[in-house]
């Protein structure tokens, strides 16, 4: 009974790991200058990343979200957005 347990225990561990995206943040890019959005757009595009969306958050910084498969990239701008 205990080996089946263990084997119910395993299998659903593996399963949730395996439902979990990896989500990669990065916060010290300064989003604010086109230059550097225009940089990570081409270079994301380029690793075959694609932009999810983009918005300001609740401190009014930028937020750029790119998928690729399972995986999740957020870089958030560093400063408050300004136009």
């Known amino acids: ?9 395993a299998v659903m561990l593996l399963f949730s790991a395996g439902v979990h995206a990896d989500t990669i943040k990065n916060s010290k890019l300064n989003l604010n200058n086109p230059d550097v959005r225009k940089c990570l757009l081409e270079s994301t595009k ?30 958030t701008s560093r400063e ?3 136009k």
């Open 1 to 9: 009974m205990k080996k089946l347990q263990l084997l119910v225990v």
């Open 46 to 75: 380029t690793a075959g990343w694609e932009l999810a969306s983009v918005y300001l958050n609740s401190e009014n910084k930028l937020v750029m979200i790119f998928d690729k498969g399972d995986d999740t990239k957020i870089y």
């Open 80 to 82: 408050v957005f300004t």
